[in-house]
C-alpha cells in the first residue's frame, strides 16, 4: 500500500515569494495534518483536517492557509514568504478518529533565500 | 500551553546495551502516546504507541507510561549502531487530532 506522499520534495523560492505543498494520504485515512520542523527541533503542529473541515490551527501566522479535498488529499500554502519558513514541512495522516497514530510522509525540504 | 520534554542528548549507548529515552509532558487529559524515530534528513517513523500505564513491549523496544508522574519512557535492549536517530516523543488528547511533539533526543550507538 502506498504511504503518504508529498511533492515537491525539495523547493527553493526567495522571499515574498507564495508556496503550495501537496499531500495525498494513506488511502482510506481521512485526517490529514501539517507540521512544520526546524532544523533541530520537534515538529510543530500547523493545521489539521478531517472530513475536508478544519479541526485544528496552530499558532503560525495568517500567511499559511491549507485546504483539504474531496479525495481527501491536502494543500499547504505560505504566502509572503520569510527566511524563518525554510524548513522541512511535514504531512501526516490518519484516520482521525480515537488514538490513531499519525504516518507520516518524507517531507518537503523548503529552502528560502 | 501543551508542553513535551526530552533532554536533548546527545544520548551515547555502546553496541548491545540498554537505551533508555525518558519523556515527560505537562496536559494531565493527554491520553494517547507514541514515539517516533527520526533518521537525519528522513521524516518520522512511527515506532510504538501506549494508551495504558504501565509497560508494552514490541520486539526490543518497550514503552512505559506512568500517567500519575505524566511521565513516558522508550528502552530499546541489545541497541544497534542503527538505532542511531533522534527519538520523538508525542502526545495526544482525546479531543482532537493535535500532536504536541517534545524535541527529540538524539541516540548514539557506538560498535
Known amino acids: 500500500d502506498a504511504g503518504v506522499t508529498q511533492s515537491p520534495t525539495h523547493l527553493i523560492k526567495t522571499r515574498g515569494q507564495h508556496v503550495t505543498l501537496r499531500c495525498s494520504p494513506i488511502?482510506?485515512?481521512?485526517?490529514v495534518s501539517w507540521y512544520q520542523q526546524v532544523l533541530g527541533q520537534g515538529p510543530q503542529f500547523i493545521f489539521q483536517?478531517?472530513?475536508?473541515?478544519?479541526?485544528g490551527r496552530g499558532n503560525f501566522p495568517d500567511r499559511f492557509s491549507a485546504r483539504q479535498f474531496p479525495n481527501y488529499s491536502s494543500e499547504l500554502n505560505v504566502n509572503a514568504l520569510l527566511l524563518g519558513d525554510s524548513a522541512l514541512y511535514l504531512c501526516?495522516?490518519?484516520?482521525?478518529?480515537?488514538?490513531?497514530?499519525?504516518?507520516f510522509g518524507n517531507g518537503t525540504r523548503l529552502t528560502v533565500t | 500551553q501543551k508542553e513535551v520534554e526530552q533532554n536533548s542528548g546527545p544520548l551515547s549507548v555502546p553496541e548491545g546495551a540498554i537505551a533508555s529515552l525518558n519523556c515527560t509532558y505537562s496536559?494531565?487529559?493527554?491520553?494517547?502516546f507514541f514515539w517516533y524515530r527520526q533518521y537525519s534528513g528522513k521524516s518520522p517513523e512511527l515506532i510504538m504507541s501506549i494508551y495504558s500505564n504501565g509497560d508494552k513491549e514490541d520486539g526490543r523496544f518497550t514503552a512505559q507510561l506512568n500517567k500519575a508522574s505524566q511521565y513516558v519512557s522508550l528502552l530499546i535492549r541489545d541497541s544497534q549502531p542503527s538505532d542511531s536517530a533522534t527519538y520523538l516523543c508525542?502526545?495526544?488528547?482525546?479531543?482532537?487530532?493535535?500532536?504536541?511533539f517534545g524535541p527529540g533526543t538524539r541516540l548514539s550507538v557506538l560498535p
Open positions: 483536517y478531517y472530513e475536508k473541515e478544519e479541526r
Open positions: 508525542a502526545v495526544k488528547d482525546n479531543y482532537g487530532q493535535n500532536f504536541v
Open positions: 496536559d494531565r487529559v493527554s491520553q494517547s
Open positions: 488511502s482510506g485515512h481521512k485526517s
Open positions: 501526516a495522516s490518519s484516520v482521525g478518529r480515537g488514538n490513531s497514530p499519525l504516518h
